[in-house]
């Protein structure tokens, strides 16, 4: 029992602050990375969001779309800033748990599992709010946006990274 407990305590201590960390990272283009994906300023980088509106007349986007996803960009903003809130509640709930020399590690898993769920939720709602913005583009918009996102990763071309990649060295 003493194992596991220290394994829990252990895991919390290193885990939380690596999770925090990767918050705060820079997502790629289309998901590519990890970490907070709510964030709404990486829903930008990874096809919705405000990128749309600021490349608006790039993308041959038609007022009625504008008009649209800037409705579905601060509906999901308020719906990432509850969700945000309540995330953190539930973070400084756990740390109230463990405050204590022996807490109860039924209640922290329970805390843990709340936390992990709520992060998945999130996950979830960003990529069916991504889902909703694209499906406001024709195949040619999304297209272009595509292209603009793999531009501003610092590519030419989509896959070019796969195409020059050198040899590995034996």
Do not use: W, Y
């Not at 394994?7 to 990375?33: I, N, Q, W, Y």
């Not at 748990?97 to 960003?126: P, R, W, Y």
């Amino acid at each position: 029992m003493k194992k596991v407990l220290l394994s829990l305590l252990l895991t919390v201590v290193f885990a939380v602050p690596a999770f925090s960390e990767m918050r705060d990272m820079p997502m790629k283009c289309h998901g590519g990375g990890h970490g907070q994906m709510m964030e709404m300023d990486h829903m930008d980088m990874m096809g919705g969001g405000m990128m749309f509106m600021e490349h608006a007349d790039k993308l041959g986007l038609t007022d009625d779309q504008i008009a649209k996803m800037k409705s579905m960009h601060r509906e999901m903003q308020k719906k990432q800033i509850r969700s945000n809130a309540d995330l953190k509640i539930a973070e400084i709930e756990l740390e109230e748990i463990m405050e204590v020399k022996d807490f109860d590690l039924n209640t922290a898993k329970s805390a843990v599992k709340k936390i992990g769920d709520m992060k998945t939720a999130q996950h979830v709602d960003m990529l069916k709010a991504m889902k909703d913005m694209r499906a406001v583009l024709t195949d040619e918009q999304f297209k272009n946006m595509h292209k603009m996102c793999m531009m501003k990763m610092g590519e030419e071309e989509p896959g070019e990274r796969m195409i020059h990649k050198p040899a590995p060295k034996k």
